[in-house]
């Protein structure tokens, strides 16, 4: 019954935040934060349940990585909500949130067994670092995407529905750069910290664990992926790529972690099919 608790939250959450979407109204918006809140709080509640029952944190499986996948793109989001004070993205990040939930509610009970190979702690550490640099870098998409429409529709002059609800091109581009900010940390120390990792079972008889170089396809495309938001961060500061460059940035980043989470990770790596 409890695994059921954050979809309800992150569902009454979604319901707010298109009220307030609708409507403009800061005590609707406040509400939504509250229920958001809950909901992250809740699924902190289940995962530390799930952990405590199964001796180690949930992270391995499709269910268990979609779970924890919520939970830090819910948690990615409230950060960029709290230091910008604009709620508006709530209504698109939140109904994310409750259709990727109704998997991880069905198995809430399910925590599949972690092989010996994978019980370190800084796999732990390794696998929760590049999930938040995931949310952040798919937060960080969503708001890329809403730019480039947002100035279409501004360059167009045709200001309709959503001109008038969503942020200004200033405020997108604001939370998308501190999007990628958070992500560019997590998956720096995500990848640091797996490097660590392979190198303390590099000499296991593990099939996988002799698998893990660079020449790897999942290894190279997350270092990849950690150059591609270098430079995209490297472009904002330095020769002032930001707006509709950065946005576009963002989304060919997010494409390349797409490529990595799903087709390479489940058939193409050697190392990380566990």
Excluded at 63 to 73: D, G, H, N, Q, Y
Aim: a positive charge; glycine letters at 8%.
């Amino acid at each position: 019954m409890l695994g059921w608790l954050p979809l309800v939250f992150y569902a009454a959450a979604a319901a707010a935040y298109i009220a307030h979407f609708g409507k403009r109204d800061p005590r609707v918006g406040r509400v939504a934060s509250s229920l958001l809140a809950g909901g992250v709080l809740a699924h902190t509640f289940v995962i530390g349940m799930q952990t405590v029952q199964a001796g180690y944190a949930p992270l391995v499986g499709t269910t268990a990585a979609i779970s924890a996948f919520v939970w830090l793109l819910g948690l990615a989001y409230l950060y960029v909500e709290l230091t910008t004070d604009e709620r508006t993205m709530g209504a698109f990040v939140t109904v994310l949130l409750a259709v990727l939930a109704v998997l991880p509610a069905l198995h809430a009970s399910d925590v599949e067994p972690r092989p010996e190979l994978l019980r370190s702690p800084l796999f732990t550490l390794h696998v929760l670092s590049l999930l938040f640099a995931y949310a952040s870098f798919a937060l960080a998409f969503v708001l890329g995407v809403t730019y480039v429409l947002l100035f279409k529709e501004i360059k167009a002059k045709h200001l309709g529905f959503f001109y008038t609800r969503l942020p200004s091109l200033q405020v997108l581009d604001l939370m998308n750069g501190r999007a990628i900010i958070v992500g560019w940390l997590f998956l720096t120390c995500g990848l640091v910290v797996g490097g660590i990792w392979a190198t303390q079972i590099h000499s296991s008889p593990d099939p996988h664990a002799q698998a893990m170089s660079v020449a790897d396809p999942k290894i190279l495309v997350a270092l990849l992926c950690w150059g591609m938001y270098s430079f995209a961060l490297f472009a904002r500061r330095a020769i002032g790529w930001s707006g509709r460059r950065a946005a576009w940035l963002s989304a060919i980043g997010f494409v390349i972690v797409l490529l990595n989470f799903v087709p390479v990770g489940y058939f193409l790596t050697r190392s990380h099919n566990f």
